[in-house]
């Protein structure tokens, strides 16, 4: 199995809202990552996390919180989201460090009104 | 910060027409990705090389990569209308994530 699934595919939520973005992966990999990608450009870096550990966090604002609740599963909680953070969140997964192929999930794509 | 730039940002060519896109860099690395994205959804890897190597095959692709210059290619031959999408290079730099590119757009006309 060489998949990563997320869900929802898509989410709609109001900024007074809470809600969880959730990544799955079964192939055993030690290293999970949440990217952001907006329209037309490339995506970017939030959360590495490391067997099971928050490795880098690239000063992503408080209103998202990774969870890595074991190592096969990743999410991603979402409150008093901004219209601009509208965008695509991308898992990915890898054998071990960053140095290694990354494979990726469909995204969630996220609305924020 | 971007870490690689592709140009051409965009490039339309016919299909069986061979597509090149070219990236540079601005640090060390110790390997360099390409990845494809359809439309919006997930990106899918398709070759990975490593600083000490110049060249790689996959298929119809071909990748070189000049570490003297920091720049990196991707040459996909005898191009399908499959083969549109974004193409993006990464960069590992030491860090822990991938830094992307800002990608090429590539469509394939039929």
């Known amino acids: 199995d060489t998949e990563v699934t997320q869900t929802p595919k898509h989410l709609v939520m109001g900024m007074t809202n809470k809600k969880s973005l959730k990544c799955e992966q079964h192939m055993g990999h030690r290293a999970m990552y949440w990217y952001k990608q907006k329209a037309k450009k490339p995506p970017e870096l939030m959360f590495v996390?490391?067997?099971?550990?928050?490795?880098i966090n690239e000063s992503v604002p408080s209103r998202f919180s990774p969870e890595c609740p074991n190592s096969s599963l990743l999410n991603l909680h979402l409150h008093a989201l901004q219209p601009e953070d509208s965008a695509l969140y991308l898992c990915?997964?890898?054998?071990?460090?960053?140095?290694?192929?990354?494979?990726f999930g469909p995204g969630t794509r996220l609305l924020v009104l | 910060s971007q870490q690689g730039e592709e140009d051409p940002q965009a490039l339309s060519i016919q299909e069986g027409e061979n597509a090149t896109m070219n990236c540079s860099y601005k640090t060390s690395i110790n390997n360099l990705q390409w990845y494809r994205q359809n439309s919006g959804r997930g990106l899918v890897h398709l070759i990975l090389i490593r600083s000490n190597e110049r060249e790689k095959h996959s298929g119809r692709l071909r990748v070189t990569l000049d570490t003297s210059k920091k720049s990196s290619s991707l040459l996909i031959t005898a191009s399908r209308a499959a083969d549109t999408a974004s193409y993006f290079c990464a960069t590992d730099a030491g860090a822990d994530g991938l830094t992307f590119g800002k990608g090429t757009h590539l469509i394939i006309q039929p």
């Open positions: 996390y490391s067997y099971e550990k928050l490795s």
């Open positions: 990915a997964s890898s054998q071990g460090p960053v140095q290694e192929t990354q494979y």
